[in-house]
Structures are given as structure tokens and as C-alpha cells.
């Protein structure tokens, strides 16, 4: 004769043991999911900024530029125009050919493919599809000009 009380037990025992296994199961694999999709798609680190001492401002006349190299060795410009001082880069966006300051016309030229770029580094006529590169300018307490470059 079977005891009903106690196959009832088994049953329900045997059915709560199930339950928490695949719950188990199932949090093991979401967890192993997780890891897996942040492997395979890493979150994407913030820029990081580096300020470069160019010059002291009493060496940039109005209407001059100074040209120095960043971090990677690109050449920019920085120029004091009556809106203030632009750090702009040389490389144009067409080709990669060099842009050129032109301080009589107040404008970059490219010659490779005759491209001409404002005081601000936007395209006035020519192939370049964007406008030069720009970085942002700081100068300190000490009139020391320093440009802002993204760390490599």
C-alpha cells in the first residue's frame, strides 16, 4: 500500500528542487551572456585630453600664426585672428594634402586641388568635403597658450 501523504511529498519536493535548479541554471547562463556580450562589445572609453604648451602669447602678433606639431606629429596652425586664437590643422580633408596660411588673404589654401578654407578652417570653394580640424585654445594667468589635443 502507498502512503498519499508521502508521494505528495516526493512530488512537491522533487518539484521545488527542479524549479531551483533552472533557476539556477538560468542565472548561471544570463551571467556567463553578460560577460560574454561585454567581451564582444566593449563600452567605449571617454576621450581624453592633453594640453600642449604651444608659445606665450606676446609671440603671436594679430593676424600671425605659429605652427607646431601635436602628440602624433600632425602640424596644426594657431593663429590670432581679431576673434581670438584658432589652433587649426594644416592637413586638409580632401587628401591629406598641407594646407597653407595665407595671412594677406586671412585663409588657409590647399594647392593639390586648389582648396580654400576661412579663418575658422570651413570650406569656401574647392573638394574638401568638411572643414579643418579644430582644437579648443586656453591661456593661463601667465599668457602662456596652450592647445587641447585628444590623447592617443
Known sequence: MVDKNNS???NRRGFFKRILMGVGVTLSYGTGAVYGLQFLLPAKKKDRFRKILVTSLKDIPKDKGKT???????EMLLVNTNEGLKAISTTCTHLGCKSYWEPENT???CPCHDGVFDVNGNVVSGPPPRPLDKYEVEVDENDNVFVLVKDS
Open 68 to 74: 607646431f606639431k601635436d602628440l602624433q606629429g600632425r
Open 107 to 109: 585663409r588657409f589654401f
Open 8 to 10: 505528495e511529498d516526493v
